[in-house]
Structures are given as C-alpha cells and as structure tokens.
C-alpha cells in the first residue's frame, strides 16, 4: 500500500503543479509504474475544477465560473497537454518528414498552427460547456478529465515511443506500460463516466465511446503514417482532443437538461 501511495504522488508531482511531500523518493522506474494512476490525477483535476464552479456559481455568471474552472484546470497542470496539442499542431501542420516533424515539435516556441490549434480547442471545449446548466458541467468535467486521460494512455501500451533523446516529456514512459496497468487505468479512467451515465439515466451517451474511438483512430493513424509511434506531446494532445470530444458529446446529448 505504500508503494501504491508513492506512485500516486509521483504522477501528481509529474503530471500536475501540486506540492507533495518532498520526502518521496524518485525513479524514472516509479513514473513508468506511476503511469497507472494518470486518469485518477484526472479525478484530482476535475475535482478542483468543479470546485471552483460550485463555488462561483451562486456568485458569478456562469459562462465566468466555466472559464475560471477552464483556467485553473490549466494552471493545475501547469498547461502540460495544452502544450504537446499545440506542439503537435505545429510539428504535423508545418513538417513533411519525420525528422523535419519530431524537430517542430521539440522546439519550445509555439507556431501559427499551434496557435490557432490551441485557441480553437480552448474555445470549443468553453462553447460546448457554456452551453449547459452547471451541474451538468460539473459531470462532464469529471467524467472528462479521467477517461480522456486513459484514453491517451491507451497509446502508450498500443504504440511505439518514436524519440531517441533522453530530453523528451515522455522518456519514462517510453517503454510502454503492461496489461495490468491498463486495467488499473482502466479503472480509473471509466468509471466517473459509468457512474454519470448511470445518474443521468441518459444512455445515449455511451454514444461518447464510438466518438472517443473515432477521434483516437484518427490521431494514432496520423501520427502512425507520419512519425511512426508516439511521442510525449501526441499523447497531450490525444489527451486534449478527447477531452474536447467528450465535453461536445456531452452538450449534444444532454439536451433534455439543459
């Protein structure tokens, strides 16, 4: 059980901004492992998210009370997806071969595409969430950050890690992550969406999974044809365009609440 809690900690330290305690020892072995525990950073994120709109709902409009949740998401993971979607964006938008692509996309300054890429996903994600009653904003919050999380996890255990250099975002996990760790992450990853669904008793939208399926499709085959494999800003941005992708189903779906 302490071994489990020492991995938990470990992917918060790497996974988001919170301070933990500084007694807690540190591989690049225990990030490998700690992997199984990134969807319920996922339940930390949404958690403190909602927080903060049910807090400011009664107080503040609540299209503020929705960014304000989106900004302290962002400032929680210190923009750590937001950054490989946008790094992403400009790698396969401005590079024609592998080596020209994995360049882009190490380079630390953001480019058209990322900028437009990044700042049409933010206002997608904030549209389709102002579009519905608070308290169904808060169960797509915490429904989305877990399993969009898991569902760039997926990769890592599918896929290859493609960069060669020990500087990536993603070198300890590269070497991907066992079937029981899936499961765990699995766990962690699906079961605030079956709990919200079961809630809601609104079983259209299990209609969620085919379109998180579509979306993963596509980006793993770009990054296939491409890049052949993955690297740590593909799964930021598989982890973004899932959240955005579950955030959208939930606004089509919910209709009759809103």
């Excluded at 301070?19 to 992997?35: E, F, G, K, T, W």
Aim: charged letters at 15%; one cysteine or more.
């Amino acid at each position: 059980m302490k071994k489990q809690w020492q991995l938990l900690l470990t992917a918060i330290m790497f996974y988001t901004r919170l301070r933990i305690p500084v007694n807690i020892p540190y591989h690049p072995d225990m990030l490998n492992q700690a992997s199984r525990f990134f969807p319920l950073v996922g339940w930390i994120t949404g958690s403190i998210m909602i927080t903060v709109i049910y807090i400011l709902g009664s107080i503040a409009p609540p299209m503020i009370s929705i960014l304000l949740a989106m900004i302290t998401g962002v400032w929680i993971t210190g923009a750590f997806h937001e950054d490989g979607f946008a790094d992403m964006c400009d790698g396969f938008g401005g590079g024609w071969t592998k080596e020209k692509i994995l360049e882009i996309m190490k380079d630390s300054r953001i480019g058209t595409y990322g900028t437009i890429g990044l700042l049409l996903i933010m206002a997608l994600k904030f549209l389709a969430l102002a579009e519905m009653r608070l308290p169904i904003v808060m169960l797509t919050i915490i429904s989305a950050q877990p399993l969009s999380r898991f569902v760039a996890l997926t990769v890592v255990y599918t896929h290859k890690y493609v960069r060669e250099t020990s500087d990536s975002k993603a070198k300890p996990i590269a070497r991907g992550i066992c079937f029981s760790d899936l499961l765990i992450a699995a766990l962690w990853g699906w079961l605030p969406f079956i709990i919200v669904v079961a809630y809601l008793q609104n079983y259209t939208l299990l209609l969620t999974i085919p379109a998180l399926l579509l979306g993963r499709w596509y980006l793993v085959n770009l990054m296939q044809k491409w890049i052949g494999g993955y690297t740590g800003d593909c799964l930021g941005a598989i982890q973004q365009v899932s959240e955005a992708i579950i955030y959208l189903c939930f606004c089509i779906l919910t209709w009759k609440y809103i």
